[in-house]
Structure formats: structure tokens, C-alpha cells
T-cell receptor, first 116, second 113 residues
Framework: TQLLEQSPQFLSIQEGENLTVYCNSSSVFSSLQWYRQEPGEGPVLLVTVVTGGEVKKLKRLTFQFGDARKDSSLHITAAQPGDTGLYLCAGKARGAGGTSYGKLTFGQGTILTVHP | GAGVSQSPRYKVTKRGQDVALRCDPISGHVSLYWYRQALGQGPEFLTYFNYEAQQDKSGLPNDRFSAERPEGSISTLTIQRTEQRDSAMYRC???????????FGPGTRLTVT
């Protein structure tokens, strides 16, 4: 069973601050995704990382996949109240093939609140 | 275009009753996924389909849970003899092909009393 542990579980910061959310596992993942979910809505994909050491930037968000493909981080620069939401990482297990190829394992999420 | 839709959005049922939750994926999407999500937590995989074939049902908690997608489009998740511990948000997602970006529906909030 692949488990993804996110930290911190809760994050409450002031507008303009920087923050980092971590996603860790003892298992290797072939790819890892980050989602953002707003209250009452379903998760929305932000980014997919597939190569160990890969760094992707999306405006003020920077995503990194660990060299060993067991961990990832999401860094937000100059957070804004609009960044408030539940941030989720999700991974596809390495070697998952056949009927398990479509299975995604989600972390437990990080609830981010950015105060004006 | 229309996104993933689910019905009903809210369902309250008494313990012991059967419930059927419906998911209508994005038109043309091959893969359809079912998840269960507790408040403030990440989705928990239940099962997924490619076309009408159920590929992986390893996440279904027990044999009271079943899912079908008979014509490769709309899917139904059925829970028999519901128990209070089944109360949760049930989410459906679809993707154009297996492993591609998943688009999530608004979910069905199930409450078992």
C-alpha cells in the first residue's frame, strides 16, 4: 500500500508570506500531481511532475519532485487570500500497470488559510 | 462544455437501506473513477473503469459496495444495507484516457442516519 503523508495538515498565514507544503512517502512514484480544492468543489489539477528532481513553476507556485521520486513540495510565494483552500498531492505508483494503471493515491491534504 | 455531473447532490438515508449514486462523466471520456472523501481530507480511491470494464476495485471497502458502467458512459455506485460509517462525500472523476488528467464532479454527500 502506497501512502502519501502531507505536512503540515493546517497552515494559517498572513497575506504576503511564503509557505511550503510537503508530500512524503516511503514508496517510489512514477508521477505525482498536486491539486487544489475549494469548499464545495472537487479537486482541480495544478501540475503533474514525472522526472526525479523536476521543478515546475506556475506563477507564484513552485513544485518540486524529489530526486528519488518519493517526495514532493509545493512552495507558494507571497500568498494571497485567493490561495486559500485544500492542497492535495496524489501519486501513481511506480510499476503500476495493467488494471492498476489508473489508480491514484491521495495524501490527506493541507488546509491553507491566507488572511488579508 | 459540461463537466462531470453527479446526482443526487445530497442523500439522506436510513441505516439498512440501499442507495445508488450516479455519475455522468464528460462526454467521450474513456476512464471513470470513484472516490470517497472525508471532510478536509484527501479522496480515497474506490474503483475505476475503462469504457464499461471495471479495471480496479481494490478500494471498495467491502462487498456491500459495487459499481457498474454498463454502456461505458454513466456509472452507478451502489451501497447496500447502508451503515452510519458509510456517511461521506462520494466523488466521481473522469479522464479522456486512463492516466490522463482527472476532472472531478461536485460529489454526492451521503448521510446515513
Amino acid at each position: 500500500t502506497q501512502l502519501l503523508e502531507q505536512s503540515p495538515q493546517f497552515l494559517s498565514i498572513q497575506e504576503g508570506e511564503n509557505l511550503t507544503v510537503y508530500c512524503n512517502s516511503s514508496s517510489v512514484f512514477s508521477s505525482l500531481q498536486w491539486y487544489r480544492q475549494e469548499p464545495g468543489e472537487g479537486p482541480v489539477l495544478l501540475v503533474t511532475v514525472v522526472t526525479g528532481g523536476e521543478v515546475k513553476k506556475l506563477k507564484r507556485l513552485t513544485f518540486q519532485f524529489g530526486d528519488a521520486r518519493k517526495d514532493s513540495s509545493l512552495h507558494i510565494t507571497a500568498a494571497q487570500p485567493g490561495d486559500t483552500g485544500l492542497y492535495l498531492c496524489a501519486g501513481k505508483a511506480r510499476g503500476a500497470g495493467g488494471t492498476s494503471y489508473g489508480k491514484l493515491t491521495f495524501g490527506q491534504g493541507t488546509i491553507l488559510t491566507v488572511h488579508p | 462544455g459540461a463537466g462531470v455531473s453527479q446526482s443526487p447532490r445530497y442523500k439522506v438515508t436510513k441505516r439498512g437501506q440501499d442507495v445508488a449514486l450516479r455519475c455522468d462523466p464528460i462526454s467521450g471520456h474513456v476512464s471513470l473513477y470513484w472516490y470517497r472523501q472525508a471532510l478536509g481530507q484527501g479522496p480515497e480511491f474506490l474503483t475505476y473503469f475503462n469504457y464499461e470494464a471495471q479495471q480496479d476495485k481494490s478500494g471498495l471497502p467491502n462487498d456491500r459496495f459495487s459499481a457498474e458502467r454498463p454502456e461505458g458512459s454513466i456509472s452507478t455506485l451502489t451501497i447496500q444495507r447502508t451503515e452510519q460509517r458509510d456517511s461521506a462525500m462520494y466523488r466521481c472523476a473522469s479522464s479522456s484516457l486512463v492516466g490522463y488528467e482527472q476532472y472531478f464532479g461536485p460529489g454526492t454527500r451521503l448521510t446515513v442516519t
